[in-house]
Every structure is written in structure tokens, then in C-alpha cells.
């Protein structure tokens, strides 16, 4: 398991938190819109897109699925840095994710 903490100071060591509520506190937004605009867009094959108003993010109501539904299988690339976008363009892999709620 891994957290994304931004640090101040770069040559600062990391602290050891408690509880989550101590993290909450000092977490990266990032990181952290990151994932639920995956877990949102994972959650059901209808599930609107994500906007954003002002800077923040607005995660529109999922239609609940209906009885034996299931959303399909889907691949989400998180792509930091622009100059990226040709590299995974050109990647042909397959790949075998876990998705954790």
C-alpha cells in the first residue's frame, strides 16, 4: 500500500500517521481526485463524466445498477505529464488489474 504525501520540504522524511483522519489533513488532492474520479468512472458503465467547475471536481449521480448487472471490465491510464501521451499511445500490452473500493 502506498499514500502520495506532498512535502513541503523535498529532503523532509516522511511522517508516520496514526489514522487516516491525521492523513486526511495533508493528503495529496491529486492523488487523491485521481482516484475517486477512477472509482467513480469504474463504478457502472453509465456512470456520467466527471466535470469540473472552478476547479473542482463535480461528480454527477451513478444510476444504480439493476439486478445481475455488473459494470463491464475497463482500463484506466492516468497520464501525469503531457509529453507521456504518445508513448501510451503506441503501447500495446495487456494487462491484469485489482480494483479496490
Known sequence: ??????????????PHFKNLAEWEAVKSTKIDVTAQIVKHTLSSDRAPPVTFLNGSAIFPEVPPLTKGETPSKKVVIYQDFASLASVLRNVSC????????
Open 1 to 14: 500500500m502506498a499514500v502520495g504525501y506532498a512535502k513541503e520540504d523535498r529532503n523532509a522524511s516522511i
Open 94 to 101: 495487456s494487462f491484469v488489474f485489482g480494483i479496490f473500493a
